[in-house]
């Protein structure tokens, strides 16, 4: 199937590396919620087959920025949105983009696993039906067979698919809200903190798991552990009171960043 | 620095600086009891520097317990991780720089047998003088944490270096002039190699403390002023 070797991995991302392309381009976005600014004119770009982790303390404006790549602040009355963000070159808050089509191709992760109260199967096949993506009954058992796998969870669930998905343990529903996500064939994956509310084990797993979806796509991440961010990610972002303060190369940013706010937040020291 | 919001794990690190103080302090007079021993055959002497060299090993292992402990609980970041694996490198260094007088030590009762004359024991006093010095200023850095100043002791290596070969020609001309001074001028060489060594360690933790400084590791080669192992070649 799918599931690709270690070595497979490397030498695929290897290549693409070598010409940095950007899936994603921010600039001068800022959000307000109502009258509160909520982040100061973000320039971020988000390249291609990478893991971008987005760090800082609470309130910073990591989530905002991260729901403004798939437009999840438009269900938010007050919120505001200015700048430009881009995805393969389109701006994504152009009044002609759909946005459900939008989200099909950004998809999300949320904190705390929430799969729909039916099956793992109607889970996973939900999303291509409502956007059209099968019609066959074993067209829908392709993939959802395909998109477990991705996520891992294909031996653990595969002899209990009408069984449903809240009957999993906490680590296997974020793994089927993965596949969920990955079973709309989406260009990039925001994840929300997705390991924050998972034992040791399940997270080595969602960690592993991204690890090997970043063959495929692009993946933004939010996550509050710094250790999280300095295994998984190959860019990281540091936000701080709604500003940027600092994006470099991951190895670089938790051995020796440039910025002293960086510098005293990933090592636990009052700034 | 900012302090850090879990107040022990300021005092975890301080352990490690306060305990590598102490090393360097005490691998320091080793050093110089080493060589005071060898040059005034005082056998008291360097039966303690051997003995004090069990102490050298132990806070080595105590660092290296205490960082193993700290990197477990706190996961340090940047500056914080630098500053652990800098303290273990730093401890090595300084252990290494013990068994190295320690060595000095042995080899007096050998040489104490012989006459030496002066002029040799006052090369070999004047050696360690600048290897101390070396050493003296490498902690002085490690207390500071001066990138500058870490770099300018690395500079200075060379000069050591260079006492050390014209040694080396010195204790052959004895050796040829008597063989008798064979046994005493081949011990006399080995401290002195020893001395030379202590200075490259003395340059190990200076480079150390730089990137513990920076992040980044000291630019260009080290100077090197030691042509001993070429002497007597073909040519030379």
């Not at chain 1, 096949?125 to 477990?148: M, N």
């Not at chain 1, 990955?182 to 997270?203: F, G, Q």
């Not at chain 2, 990138?147 to 050591?160: F, T, V």
């Amino acid at each position: 199937m799918n599931i690709m070797t270690e070595a497979a991995v490397e030498k695929a991302l290897d290549q693409k590396m070598n010409t940095v392309s950007h899936k994603m381009v921010g600039k001068d976005v800022s959000v307000y919620y109502g009258e509160k600014r909520a982040l100061f004119d973000v320039n971020l770009n988000v390249r291609e087959n990478t893991v971008t982790a987005l760090i800082g303390p609470s309130g910073c404006g990591k989530s905002t920025f991260l729901r403004t790549l798939n437009r999840m602040n438009d269900t938010i009355e007050s919120c505001r949105v200015t700048g430009r963000i881009t995805l393969d070159e389109d701006d994504i808050y152009d009044p002609s983009i759909d946005v459900v089509e939008l989200r099909a191709r950004v998809g999300m992760v949320f904190q705390k696993p929430n799969p729909f109260p039916k099956s793992i199967y109607e889970n996973v096949a939900y999303g291509p039906k409502i956007h059209g993506l099968a019609r066959t009954k074993a067209e829908f058992d392709q993939i959802v067979e395909t998109s477990l796998q991705k996520a891992g969870l294909w031996n653990e669930a595969k002899d209990r698919l009408h069984e449903p998905g809240t009957g999993l343990s906490g680590g296997q529903q974020q793994r089927l809200c993965i596949a969920r996500a990955v079973a709309v064939s989406p260009e990039v994956i925001l994840m929300d903190e997705p390991c924050s509310a998972l034992d040791p084990i399940a997270t080595a797993k969602v960690e592993e798991l991204i690890h090997e979806l970043r063959a495929n796509y692009t993946i933004v991440i939010v996550t509050h552990s710094m250790q999280q961010a300095a295994r998984v990610s190959q860019r990281t972002a540091m936000f701080h009171l709604g500003n940027l303060v600092e994006e470099n190369d991951t190895d670089k940013m938790f051995t020796n960043p440039d910025d002293q706010r960086t510098q005293d937040y990933i090592m636990g020291r009052f700034g | 620095m900012a302090t850090h919001i879990a107040s022990v794990y300021d005092e975890d690190l301080k352990y490690l600086t306060r305990r590598i103080s102490e090393m360097g302090g005490l691998a320091e007079q080793m050093v110089a009891e080493s060589v005071r021993a060898l040059v005034n055959s005082d056998l008291a002497l360097a039966q303690k520097v051997i003995s004090d060299d069990a102490i050298l090993d132990d806070a080595e292992r105590q660092i290296g317990e205490k960082a193993i402990i700290t990197i477990a609980k706190r996961q340090p970041m940047a500056a914080d991780l630098r500053e652990i694996m800098g303290s273990i490198r730093i401890a090595a260094d300084l252990e290494r720089v013990g068994d190295l007088g320690k060595n000095n030590a042995k080899r007096v009762i050998a040489v104490s047998s012989a006459s030496l004359p002066r002029q040799l024991a006052r090369g070999l006093e004047h050696l360690a003088e600048l290897a101390l010095v070396q050493l003296k200023e490498v902690l002085d850095v490690y207390a500071s944490r001066s990138p500058e100043k870490a770099n300018s002791i690395r500079e200075r290596d060379g000069e050591i270096d260079a006492i050390y070969t014209s040694l080396f020609r010195e204790l052959l001309t004895y050796m040829m002039e008597d063989p008798r001074n064979i046994t005493p001028c081949t011990h006399l060489l080995f401290c002195a190699k020893n001395i030379e060594r202590i200075g490259d360690h003395a340059t190990n933790i200076a480079e150390t403390i730089y990137y513990m400084a920076t992040g980044a590791q000291p630019v260009g080669e080290r100077p090197k002023d030691d042509t001993a192992n070429t002497v007597g070649a073909i040519g030379t």
